[in-house]
């Protein structure tokens, strides 16, 4: 299998990675091997398992950045969010594939994974993962015109005396 399709094929198992209380259900990203959440924190250690993020979330709240940080400079404005995903772990990422004006507190995204920035003329790569939004996807629905009558609904005014 090529590097790249390993890649594309592995996100999720390589980067939403976290680990989950057995305790009392928490899950964390990127994992922990203690819970913060029980009441005495030793009642967690041993319980803590891997546990994988689906990666879909909302928005919490977003920033748009002006000032690109190293390695950005040809990517802004872009857009930094917090991200609530299903699960409940909070993940800070990149909104991708979405004008900043289309993006809103609540909108719907999921982690997809893709190329963070390249680093010096020896062109070292770091992935990680960014978000869509969700309706953008291929599979979901596209924009809508309007809605097309069916044959049955063409006014009868129109039709042939019998
Ligand atoms: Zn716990």
């Known amino acids: 299998m090529s590097v790249a399709r390993f890649w ?4 999720r198992r ?17 994992p922990r091997s203690v819970c913060p959440e029980c009441p005495a924190h030793r009642q967690s250690i041993e319980k803590m398992i ?49 004008s900043p004006e289309a993006v809103a507190i609540g909108l719907k995204v999921r982690a997809t994974f893709r190329k963070l920035r390249e680093e010096g003329k020896a062109g070292v790569i770091h992935y990680g993962y960014k978000f869509t939004p969700v309706e953008d996807l291929p599979f979901a629905a596209g924009p809508r015109g309007p809605p097309v009558p069916a044959p049955s609904e063409v006014p009868s005014r129109d039709r042939a005396p019998a």
């Open 14 to 30: 390589y980067n939403l990675g976290g680990s989950k209380c057995t305790n009392c259900g928490t899950a964390y990203f990127p």
């Open 8 to 11: 594309r094929e592995t996100p």
């Open 50 to 98: 891997p546990f994988q993020l689906s990666g879909e979330g909302e928005v919490l709240s977003f920033t748009i950045v002006h000032e690109p940080a190293e390695g950005f400079e040809l990517q802004v404005p872009y857009v930094l969010a917090l991200v609530k995903t299903v699960e409940g772990p909070v993940l800070t990422g990149q909104v991708v594939d979405a």
